[in-house]
């Protein structure tokens, strides 16, 4: 009997043995019924029966079996993803999902072959069929199982930053009321200073990551155009910059017409984020220059640093999320307060407004990153 004929014949007691072994991948399975168990057996295994009696060219074996969309097969991808998806929900980790293919494979070509009488040289490619459809219900069911791990992730990462945020403003109102109060001392109040210094850089930290999380969920980073002075942001960014950093003295350099309409806030985020990014990476000297240039329809910024420059084979990732400077140790004067997602919110406010943003660096010139901005949407 041919294998896709005696798979839809034995597929009751096939999914029977998939029961079995799916039972035995504890602690997840023992909270799950049998129709739990079996999920998607069945119709993986007549998915997989149909495909083998389809048809097939050389071309569309190749393709399948690198893994491209021509020649799968979509009921079979689907009812693999289906089960990738509800295996995580109930707890399966990968190996043991992954597992359930193996033992699968093995019942199928085990009751297969018993039931052999004598070889026939169309058997040889039954089994090559079975394996691919097998190999791509794998690979789509891992894939689905994949997707949703990482979305679990990210929506922890999301509860977690906003979480974070109420305790964070505790602490800078706290900071704030010690401050006012005359009878501190001085050792005192330097010790205030760098809680709510700390608090600050925690907070950037806690809204790159979720700015991170919001476009990893396929959220776009949302925007609100208002008239806005550039010069003004600039101005205010660098202020802050300067009250944390208080040997910090950028050089700021503006010309043109630089009123556009813009998202204020977003704008904040960029501008902290690259005037952050030249302290930490730039040269001991604290020495930062920005200079805003006002066009016809255009903005342009730029924030440079001397020091160390980006190494050549970092320079393709540096907008990355979760990427962090090859040499950041080198030439740096501040301990990281990262998460490797700064540059990746500037290249996400920048996209936000239709704008583009590059970076040169290189020995003796410094490292320069340039904003160009349109100044209506």
């Known amino acids: 009997m041919r294998l896709s004929d005696f798979i839809v014949q034995n597929v009751d007691r096939i999914v029977d043995e998939w029961e079995k072994f799916a039972a035995t991948l504890t602690p997840a399975a023992d909270s799950m019924n049998s129709v739990d168990l079996r999920d998607h057996a069945k119709a993986i295994l007549l998915a997989a029966a149909r495909d083998m009696n ?53 019942t199928v070509i085990r009751f297969w072959v018993d039931s052999l009488t004598s070889p026939e040289i169309g058997y040889f490619t039954d089994m090559i069929r079975f394996n691919e459809a097998i190999d791509e219900a794998l690979a789509e069911s891992t894939a689905a199982y994949a997707d949703r791990v990482n979305r679990s992730r990210d929506i922890f990462l999301a509860i977690l930053g906003h979480d974070l945020r109420a305790p964070l403003q505790v602490i800078g109102m706290s900071s704030e009321i010690l401050m006012r109060k005359p009878s501190l001392s001085e050792a005192d109040m330097a010790y205030v200073k760098r809680i709510k210094s700390s608090g600050r850089h925690m907070a950037t930290m806690v809204s790159d990551l979720l700015e991170f999380v919001r476009s ?66 730039g040269a001991s000297t604290h020495k930062i220059s920005v200079t805003l240039t006002g066009g016809e329809n255009h903005v342009s910024l730029s924030v440079h640093n001397d020091g160390e420059p980006i190494a050549q ?56 990153f340039t904003v160009v901005l349109p100044k209506k949407g």
Not at 55 to 80: C, F, S, Y
Not at 234 to 240: K, Q
Not at 243 to 253: K, L, M, R, S, Y
């Open 216 to 281: 990893r969920l396929g959220a776009a980073l949302p925007i609100e155009r208002k008239p806005m002075e550039m010069t003004t942001a600039c101005r205010d960014a660098i202020d802050a910059a300067s009250a944390g950093n208080p040997d910090c003295d950028p050089v700021f350099t503006t010309t043109g017409d630089t009123q556009g309409e813009w998202d204020r806030a977003r704008i904040d985020q960029l501008l902290q984020n690259l005037i952050g990014n030249a302290l930490q990476h």
């Open 54 to 106: 389809t048809a097939q060219t050389k071309a569309e074996q190749i393709a399948k079996a690198q893994g491209e969309e021509l020649g799968k097969t979509p009921m079979l991808d689907r009812a693999a993803a289906s089960h990738g998806e509800l295996r995580h929900n109930v707890g399966f980790d990968l190996v043991q999902m992954t597992s359930e293919f193996r033992h699968l494979r093995a």
């Open 313 to 368: 084979e970092a320079i393709g990732s540096i907008f990355d999320p979760l990427v962090r400077s090859l040499n950041e140790k080198a030439g740096t004067h501040n301990p990281s307060t990262s998460l490797g997602l700064g540059l990746f919110i500037v290249k996400e406010v920048v996209h936000a407004h239709s704008g583009s943003v590059t970076v040169t660096s290189n020995f003796g010139d410094g490292t320069t």
